[in-house]
């Protein structure tokens, strides 16, 4: 059974860091391309961070440089690094596999507020 379960999250102010985890249940991410989505409120949900099987990883302009996507294939966990955070980094994030999603987790709440 898959299941996908997002930690990490919080409170932090403009500048700080924050380290997301992702727990990828029944998925062998090893072969599976994994991202780091957001949604904040009132816009879609966005694909942010993902990590190809190979290990290319790719990143949306706006958080090229700050974010930094990781896996450890065989805790089977995916992670996301977020430094010099930004208010308006501040959304819920998501896991899921960029080309077979599955249902989705809660998701980890992140807010960047002074």
């Known amino acids: 059974q898959v299941q996908l379960v997002e930690s990490g999250g919080g409170l932090v102010q403009p500048g700080g860091s924050l380290r997301l985890s992702c727990t990828a249940s029944g998925i062998w991410i090893s072969i599976s391309d994994m991202g780091w989505y957001r949604q904040a409120p009132g816009k879609l949900r966005e694909l942010v961070a993902d990590?190809?099987?190979?290990?290319?990883?790719n990143y949306v302009d706006s958080v090229k440089g700050r974010f930094t996507i990781s896996r450890d294939n065989a805790k089977r966990m995916v992670y996301l690094q977020m430094n010099s955070l930004k208010p308006e980094d501040t959304a819920v994030y998501y896991c899921?596999?960029?080309?077979?999603?599955?249902?989705w987790g809660q998701g980890t709440q992140v807010t960047v507020s002074s």
């Open positions: 990590i190809r099987s190979g290990g290319v990883t």
């Open positions: 899921n596999d960029i080309r077979y999603p599955r249902a």
